[in-house]
């Protein structure tokens, strides 16, 4: 079991940078992935960039060379740096864990990029 809390969402302008972390309850060193997700209004939640506990990295196309996932599984946390933000990354964006084959949400973290 592990509990989530996300942190480091708000108000960006275009172009501008956020960095959220994630939070964990436990070691996650034994974690096999760590992600974040994100739900726009009226969308389904769509995963935005997956992490392993071996450093591998995936993301969505549409925040390939913008966004970069890490951890540190000294201090139990999982960051994502967003970069040159776009209208279309406003989202409430959720940090997710499977442990021992259950999924596991924080409550999420709402990003909003406007002028």
């Known amino acids: 079991q592990v509990q989530l809390v996300e942190s480091g969402g708000g108000l960006a302008q275009p172009g501008g940078s956020l960095r959220l972390s994630c939070a964990a309850s436990?070691?996650?060193?034994?974690?096999?992935?760590m992600a974040w997700y994100r739900q726009a209004p009226g969308k389904q939640r769509e995963l935005v960039a997956r992490i392993t506990n071996g450093g591998s990295t995936n993301y969505a196309d549409s925040v390939k060379g913008r966004f970069t996932i890490s951890r540190d599984n000294a201090k139990n946390t999982v960051a994502l740096q967003m970069n040159s933000l776009k209208p279309e990354d406003t989202a409430v964006y959720y940090c997710?864990?499977?442990?021992?084959?259950?999924?596991?949400w924080g409550q999420g973290t709402r990003v909003t990029v406007s002028s």
């Open positions: 997710n864990a499977i442990v021992d084959g259950l999924i596991y």
């Open positions: 436990r070691s996650i060193f034994s974690i096999y992935a």
